[in-house]
């Protein structure tokens, strides 16, 4: 079983920016492909971007398309989402998941096909 750990959420000024890291275990992360979503409260859950498992196919939700990149290190297990630009509207707890695809060239933002979730961190964008 993958396992999921997110790390580097906290609070930012408004236009500022901030670094998620993503990490995993117990299989190699290459046959995986990652999702990043997020949950404000009262909100449901928000598809942001992923990565297919090599990152070479990405796709950005167009709330973030522009600020928010993301990028992975198959090697190190980890894969990293930087966020520039933050709004207020950003605040939510962030998600990494990871969905089983290691013949699949493309990934999906649809949460249901992700497997492994961590356990998120929360990002408040506030001044």
């Known amino acids: 079983q993958l396992h999921v750990v997110e790390s580097g959420g906290g609070l930012v000024q408004p236009g500022g920016s901030l670094r998620l890291s993503c990490v995993t275990s117990g299989y190699n992360l290459a046959y995986y492909a990652i999702g990043w979503f997020r949950q404000a409260p009262g909100k449901e859950r928000e598809g942001l971007l992923c990565l297919s498992n090599n990152g070479l196919s990405t796709k950005y939700a167009d709330s973030v398309k522009g600020r928010f990149t993301a990028s992975r290190n198959n090697a190190k297990n980890t894969v990293y989402l930087e966020m520039n630009n933050l709004k207020p509207e950003d605040t939510a707890v962030y998600y990494c998941?990871?969905?089983?695809?290691?013949?699949?060239?493309?990934?999906?933002?649809?949460?249901?096909?992700?497997?492994?979730w961590g356990q998120g961190t929360q990002v408040t964008v506030s001044s």
């Open positions: 998941a990871a969905d089983f695809a290691p013949m699949e060239p493309h990934c999906v933002l649809i949460d249901y096909e992700y497997d492994y």
